[in-house]
Every structure is written in C-alpha cells, then in structure tokens.
C-alpha cells in the first residue's frame, strides 16, 4: 500500500479500539490491505535468540476466502520475495472452520493466516528454549496482525486449531512443520446497541 494510504491513527488509537471479533461478515478485503499487514507483521523481531535480519522460525500459511484480487485457495508466504505462492486453489471455508475447533469465525473470515515452525530445527539451533522462541515469534508476529487489522478498520481473531490436521491440509509443502498461532483477518459484523 503507497505510504500515502496507510492508515493515520497512532499506535495508543489502534490499542483503544481493537478487540477480538467474534462475528465476521464474509466481506472481501482487499489484496492491498492483506498485503501491507502481512509486511509490516514478518518485517523482523529483534529478541535475544535471533535479530531481525536472521531467517524467522515460523513460516506463514495462509486460507484465503475473500480477498479482492487474490483466487480463494491455500497459499504459502514466500518472505524473501514477499510474494504468496498458491499450494492448493478452491473455496476451504468449510475446511477452515474444521482445522478452527468447528467454529464460524475461521469459515466466516475473510483470510486466516497459520504460522508453522519446523520445531526440530528451532530446537536444534536453541535447545529447549527452542519451542517457546517459536512460540514467541508467532505471537509478536501475530500480534503485529492484528493491530494492522485495526488499523486499517478491520477485524482479527487468535484462534485454536486442530494442530496436526493444519499440518496435513498445507501437506505436503508443510510436511515436518508445527502450528505455533493462527489469526483470523476480515470485516466485522456491525451489531448496533441494544436498547435499554
């Protein structure tokens, strides 16, 4: 998204008004805002197990439902080229919500974005620490969504998951890999006041 685009708000404007949406309206966003979260969100963390310029632990996959632009299906995304490569084309609303415990939120969303670690290679590299630096990684990344979903006027949702069965339905590309987090991104359903 050019700069002259994103959103204005400050960091505390975000904060004030996010939330967790619990109803999403099977409203396209677009491939633009898709976009600009996912870059600002897998731009680096600077820990002390890993700098940010440093090969992440966690891999983005990603359920696209409705994104204007982008074929619904399963895609993989490529950081280096900042490019999302599609693994499987097709409408998985039904499937995602299965791989979210059996709930609307993850069907309804209009994009649900997995992060994935290879554990072994994460424990290899930083010995027991290795699972919670995964961890931890996912969930800054998946925080950074989350306030860019806000941002830009949209909702968010941290989801459980059916950890194996995330793994088979990105296999074989995901093949050896363990979900770590999952966020839901898309348009809210406006629910008015009820009245006193």
Same mark, same amino acid.
């Given at each position: 998204?050019?700069?002259?685009?994103?959103?204005?708000?400050?960091?505390?404007?975000?904060?004030?008004?996010?939330?967790s949406?619990?109803?999403?309206?099977?409203q396209?966003?677009?491939?633009a805002?898709?976009?600009t979260?996912?870059?600002?969100?897998?731009?680096?963390?600077?820990?002390?197990?890993?700098g940010?310029? !440093?090969?992440?632990? *966690?891999?983005?996959?990603?359920?696209?439902?409705?994104?204007? =632009?982008?074929?619904?299906?399963?895609?993989?995304?490529? /950081?280096?080229?900042?490019?999302? !490569?599609?693994?499987?084309?097709?409408?998985? /609303?039904?499937?995602?919500?299965?791989?979210?415990? =059996?709930?609307?939120?993850?069907a309804?969303?209009?994009? *649900?974005?997995?992060?994935?670690?290879?554990?072994?290679?994460?424990?290899? /590299?930083?010995? *027991?620490?290795?699972? /919670?630096?995964?961890?931890?990684?996912?969930?800054?990344?998946?925080?950074?969504?989350?306030?860019?979903?806000?941002?830009?006027?949209?909702?968010?949702?941290?989801?459980?998951?059916?950890?194996?069965?995330?793994?088979?339905?990105f296999?074989?590309?995901?093949?050896?890999?363990?979900?770590?987090?999952?966020?839901a991104?898309?348009?809210?359903?406006?629910? =008015?006041?009820? *009245?006193a």
């Amino acid at each position: 998204m050019p700069e002259g685009d994103l959103p204005q708000d400050t960091i505390e404007e975000v904060v004030v008004r996010r939330g967790s949406t619990r109803e999403f309206s099977r409203q396209a966003i677009t491939l633009a805002q898709l976009s600009t979260m996912i870059d600002r969100a897998t731009r680096g963390i600077e820990t002390d197990f890993q700098g940010p310029t !440093e090969a992440p632990l *966690n891999d983005l996959y990603l359920i696209v439902h409705a994104v204007d =632009g982008l074929p619904p299906g399963a895609y993989f995304y490529r /950081r280096w080229e900042r490019a999302l !490569e599609l693994l499987k084309a097709g409408d998985f /609303r039904r499937e995602a919500g299965h791989l979210g415990l =059996g709930q609307e939120i993850p069907a309804d969303c209009s994009v *649900n974005v997995y992060f994935l670690a290879e554990l072994n290679h994460a424990l290899e /590299r930083f010995g *027991n620490r290795g699972y /919670r630096a995964a961890q931890l990684e996912a969930a800054i990344m998946g925080g950074k969504l989350y306030l860019g979903a806000y941002a830009h006027r949209l909702g968010a949702s941290g989801l459980t998951f059916f950890d194996d069965d995330v793994t088979e339905f990105f296999s074989p590309h995901a093949i050896g890999k363990s979900v770590m987090f999952l966020v839901a991104l898309g348009k809210s359903v406006k629910r =008015g006041r009820a *009245n006193a």
